[in-house]
């Protein structure tokens, strides 16, 4: 029996050309993010491929290719670094005015993220006072198989009954009790803290520079102070070869003078 060799064509799949991103680019990805808000979305995978188009096509020049995946995974990693304020991640490959944009804007961003949970928060609050109220109800209205015999209670325990039924009765209709929403105020104060620390971190780091500054300055005066004292040393250098010289001259003449009077 004959083998029949079927050749199948392996298909070249074309990889996606690996992109990186410089302090411009992060610049122009967070300003997309703020404009569409994936994290404000019902649907953040459409917003999110929607920034990563816009980004395509004002980039295409650049041959500067992203999608959706690419577009959230450094908007995370950037939120990531300005959350634990790793700020020379944040600062490298661009300038201090790039990186004073690049922080305005990710602060702009954390607070979409944050007004994300606030949202989500609230949502689940409202179900679950929902999901209460309907429970209660559930209970008042119970089939008749379902409910006990009252009839064979003695009296104090049918008014006992009664009143329980009431008291639930008055429950159902009253308004739920809105719950302080902890996860709200645990963000603001997670934030607040941020902010703190961020401030702690830059106040540091000015105090850093100023006091290189100081070294930076005590240094030039040093350089300054040195150049004066060898000027000076070649001048008076300077000044006393002059002397040496004259009288050398001096001599000279002094002895010309001599021979030609003995002369």
Request: hydrophobic content about 30%; charged content about 40%; some cysteine.
């Amino acid at each position: 029996m004959d083998r029949v060799v079927v050749e199948v064509p392996i298909s070249s799949v074309p990889r996606k050309r690996q992109v990186r991103f410089s302090a411009r680019h992060d610049i122009i990805l967070l300003r997309e993010v703020i404009a569409q808000n994936p994290f404000g979305s019902k649907e953040p995978g459409r917003m999110w491929a929607r920034v990563g188009e816009i980004i395509t096509a004002a980039l295409q020049e650049e041959n500067f290719e992203v999608d959706a995946r690419r577009c959230r995974e450094r908007t995370m990693l950037l939120l990531d670094y300005y959350k634990k304020q790793d700020f020379p991640s944040l600062r490298r490959f661009g300038t201090e005015k790039l990186y004073a944009q690049k922080e305005d804007l990710l602060h702009e961003v954390l607070e979409l993220e944050a007004e994300k949970g606030l949202l989500v928060s609230g949502d689940g609050t409202k179900y679950q006072d929902g999901e209460r109220r309907n429970h209660l109800i559930e209970e008042l209205t119970l089939s008749e198989p379902d409910k006990p015999d009252i009839t064979r209670m003695p009296p104090a325990g049918n008014t006992k009954a009664e009143d329980e039924r009431e008291h639930m009765a008055e429950l159902s209709e009253a308004p739920t009790a809105k719950r302080p929403c902890q996860c709200c105020c645990q963000t603001y104060s997670e934030i607040l803290s941020f902010l703190e620390k961020r401030s702690e971190a830059e106040q540091r780091l000015r105090e850093e520079e100023l006091s290189l500054r100081r070294e930076e300055l005590e240094i030039q005066r040093s350089k300054i102070a040195l150049e004066r004292e060898r000027l000076e040393a070649e001048r008076n250098e300077r000044e006393r070869r002059f002397e040496l010289e004259s009288q050398e001259r001096q001599v000279i003449l002094d002895l010309l003078k001599d021979k030609v009077l003995k002369g």
